[in-house]
């Protein structure tokens, strides 16, 4: 069973910055489609990037150009770097993993929530 250790959440003020982790255990980043994805007070959940065990990343709209993705093999971790931060953009975030191909095999790690300060 794959685990998921989430860190870096907190407080910023608008236009900040933040960086999540999600350092995955027991099983290689190369066979896992990796997400992060978001949960705001009375929002819908939603996928804000999804990062493949092939190495594409998207994005979606809502941050696209603000927030990146990337991975760090050696490390077993992938980041979620979110600049020019809105107070929208507050939630609780959640890190994901899908062993490539078997949609069966889905892991969540915990929680990081992120508030954004007008």
């Known amino acids: 069973q794959v685990q998921l250790a989430v860190s870096g959440g907190g407080l910023v003020e608008d236009g900040g910055s933040l960086t999540l982790s999600c350092e995955a255990s027991r099983q290689k980043l190369t066979n896992l489609d990796m997400k992060w994805i978001r949960q705001g007070p009375g929002k819908a959940r939603e996928e804000v990037a999804s990062?493949?065990?092939?190495?594409?990343?998207l994005y979606s709209n809502s941050v696209k150009g603000r927030f990146t993705a990337s991975m760090d093999n050696a490390k077993n971790t992938v980041y979620l770097h979110m600049n020019s931060l809105k107070p929208e953009d507050t939630a609780v975030y959640y890190c994901?993993?899908?062993?490539?191909?078997?949609?069966?095999?889905?892991?969540w790690g915990q929680g990081a929530r992120v508030t954004v300060s007008s």
């Open positions: 994901n993993a899908e062993v490539a191909g078997d949609p069966s095999r889905r892991y």
């Open positions: 990062i493949w065990s092939d190495g594409r990343i």
